[in-house]
């Protein structure tokens, strides 16, 4: 499954996106029984915007969040803005976050059920040394699913890198991590080794949970599981620093989407080790949640694009194409962010980040996917942007279609489809090699 991506014969390629689809166009915009509604917010570790709220640690975003959980909203992704590893020194707006908000559109014939609101936690567990090693997520993730069998539900984390273990604070933010050493340790390390502070640990990773009151859990919300999947790209650098990447991902999750799990994280060693070879691809870790009932086969949409931020404000990112998809009943579960950053032809700051969306297979779409890719035909320094607020609004001005969204390509409207190249008899690999335009 998959179609591969051109070589990259140039590094310097500004196409704003790609999107990968196990879907055909007229598939990907077929209406299901789930609308979704999203909203997106940034937060800073070092100042307040208009349109960016102040948290001095990222663990005050429960009570940040809260007004949101109140209208049924809960937290689907988090991520960093801006990567800076690789780099000798932090970028501008390396203390930036993007929270994604979902909930299902409230329907009139449905009455509200106590487990539609849960409450979100988080939890600091400090790290050994100043780098994750495939043992330490894979022990990480043990622990994961220790505090799932309590009853809480796994939504994401956050590498952070800390100075010393007094007060917290965050200096330098992460979400990258280096690569696995040659020789693994011999005894991976366990609860026990990732609680104890003798080691006075630099790295922290702030776990994200949802739990309920007694009896208001919903039932594929007990007992979830949580397993490790393959992640692997190859890259372009320039010195030690991330230019370009290319990645199957439908190869990469389509397994897992068939038994109907869900990509909730990922970690990626994005730096490399002193000393080491500059390696021509990455290696990483999908986290997979499966519930406890048995949920149908997944489709999937990746979506590879490029935010813009424009001074201190993101003008340009992938919100205008998730609203869209809502509409669909596409479900955003994760944000991969990456080290590769450019600047427009206006001067602005732009990175590229990695979205992943899945629905429910429908009806005999199960044994008929096939995957497509595309390039979204858009400015990258376009002046579009997706609604993103600082502080709790009326729940009627949360709705996607408040969002006023321009200058983006969109299903219908006066605007071309971002999945125009979509149409039956289009990009299928069994049929030839898929074009992938960019502009």
């Not at 994604?100 to 487990?115: D, E, F, N, W």
């Not at 990469?252 to 994280?265: M, N």
């Not at 990922?266 to 002193?274: I, L």
């Amino acid at each position: 499954m998959g179609c591969g991506l051109r070589k990259l014969e140039d590094p310097e390629d500004s196409s704003p996106g790609k999107i990968y689809s196990t879907l055909k166009r007229p598939q990907v915009e077929t209406k299901t029984d789930t609308v979704y509604e999203y909203v997106l917010l940034d937060f800073s570790l070092e100042g307040s915007r208009p349109t960016v709220q102040y948290v001095a640690s990222l663990s005050e975003l429960p009570q940040a969040l809260q007004p949101y959980y109140t209208q049924g909203y809960v937290l689907a992704a988090l991520h960093p803005i801006i990567l800076s590893v690789g780099r000798t020194r932090s970028l501008p707006f390396s203390l930036l976050y993007r929270a994604i908000l979902a909930r299902p559109r409230p329907s009139k014939q449905t009455a509200p059920m106590c487990h539609s609101v849960p409450a979100l936690r988080v939890e600091e567990w400090p790290l050994p040394g100043d780098s994750l090693t495939s043992d330490t997520v894979g022990a990480l993730i043990d622990r994961v699913n220790s505090s799932a069998r309590g009853g809480v539900r796994f939504v994401g984390s956050v590498l952070q890198q800390v100075s010393g273990i007094t007060n917290g604070r965050v200096h330098s933010p992460r979400r990258g991590c280096r690569s696995p050493p040659r020789t693994p340790p011999l005894t991976p390390p366990g609860d026990r080794e990732l609680e104890e502070n003798s080691y006075s640990p630099d790295l922290r990773l702030l776990v994200f949970f949802h739990s309920w009151a007694p009896g208001c859990a919903p039932l594929d919300s007990l007992a979830c599981q949580y397993h490790q999947g393959a992640l692997s790209m190859r890259v372009s650098r320039k010195g030690q620093v991330v230019s370009a990447l290319e990645a199957d991902w439908l190869e990469l999750t389509a397994a897992y989407y068939r038994k109907g799990w869900s990509l909730v994280d990922s970690f990626v060693y994005w730096d490399t080790p002193k000393g080491e070879p500059v390696p021509r691809s990455l290696e990483g870790l999908f986290v997979y949640e499966e519930r406890s009932t048995s949920p149908p086969a997944n489709d999937t949409i990746v979506v590879e694009q490029w935010t813009v931020i424009e001074e201190s404000d993101v003008k340009t990112d992938y919100g205008p194409l998730l609203h869209t998809l809502a509409e669909f009943g596409w479900l955003l579960t994760c944000v991969l962010p990456t080290p590769i950053i450019r600047h427009d032809s206006d001067g602005n700051l732009a990175t590229k980040q990695v979205v992943f969306l899945q629905r429910p297979v429908r009806g005999q779409a199960a044994g008929q996917q096939r995957s497509q890719v595309v390039s979204v035909h858009s400015d990258v320094s376009s002046r579009s942007v997706s609604r993103t607020v600082s502080s709790p609004i009326p729940p009627e001005e949360l709705s996607p279609a408040a969002g006023g969204i321009v200058g983006f390509p969109v299903f219908g409207g006066g605007y071309p489809s971002a999945l125009s190249h979509l149409e039956e008899g289009g990009f299928e690999q069994e049929e030839g090699k898929a074009e992938v335009t960019c502009m």
